[in-house]
């Protein structure tokens, strides 16, 4: 059984730009949850992907969307890049069921200079 | 909205003293999740508690919820080098939902 994998480990980008983090969810899972770290804060919920729908959002302007797709695995978008969008994001996944828990992945730095 | 509040925000203590770290809920806690991140890393899973007044222990770990108080505690017996790291509660967001709300984390430090 593998975990929750993401891709890439770290990355720097440039204000203005796009970005795409991918996140392979754990064998059998079927819900894709990902979630905003800052420096010394705790992760903030982005969205939820449950079987390729959108099943909650957080707090985050449209310029932050999603897919998930039918091997259940997940991609974040972020246009336009902010440098307040320079964090730890971290995915997780977990099975389709109320308050089935999240396993995270390792997390994606990003930085926006 | 629901916050969760956790203390201390960071620990040191001597290796082989016990500690505990609280997390207070600003609203009624349906489900609580303990996890463990090193820095930079992932969120590693502990345990999850879900009934008022559930303890739970893994290894030298045992987390306890208060469900009337609103809040969980987590108790280290015996600390080692290897629990060092930052100690993160998050809550189910109620029924249905599945997203969880976090606190901003304790840092815990062992001192040889």
């Known amino acids: 059984e593998t975990g929750v994998t993401q891709s890439p480990t770290h990355l720097i980008k440039t204000r203005g730009q796009q970005v795409t983090l991918r996140c392979s969810s754990q064998?059998?899972?079927?819900?894709v949850s990902w979630y905003q770290q800052a420096l010394g804060q705790g992760p903030q919920f982005i969205f939820q992907?449950?079987?390729?729908?959108?099943?909650g959002r957080g707090n985050f302007p449209p310029r932050f969307s999603g897919l998930q797709f039918p091997n259940y695995s997940s991609e974040l978008n972020v246009n336009a890049l902010e440098l307040d969008d320079s964090a730890l994001y971290l995915c997780a996944s977990s099975l389709g069921g109320y308050q089935e828990t999240q396993y995270f992945g390792p997390g994606t730095r990003l930085l926006v200079l | 909205s629901q916050e969760l509040e956790q203390s201390p925000q960071s620990l040191i203590v001597q290796e082989g003293k016990n500690l505990t770290i609280n997390c207070t809920s600003s609203?009624?806690?349906?489900?609580l999740y303990w996890y463990k991140q090193k820095y930079g890393e992932g969120l590693i899973f502990l345990m999850m508690?879900?009934?008022?007044?559930e303890e739970k222990s893994h290894e030298k770990i045992t987390a306890k919820l208060d469900e009337k108080k609103q809040q969980s505690s987590l108790h280290i017996t015996a600390s080692q080098p290897s629990h060092a790291g930052i100690y993160l509660c998050?809550?189910?967001?109620?029924?249905?939902?599945?997203?969880?709300?976090f606190g901003q984390g304790t840092r815990l430090t062992i001192n040889p």
């Open positions: 609203k009624t806690l349906y489900g």
């Open positions: 992907y449950y079987r390729e729908e959108e099943n």
């Open positions: 064998s059998g899972h079927n819900t």
């Open positions: 998050g809550a189910a967001g109620g029924q249905g939902a599945q997203k969880l709300v």
């Open positions: 508690l879900q009934k008022g007044g």
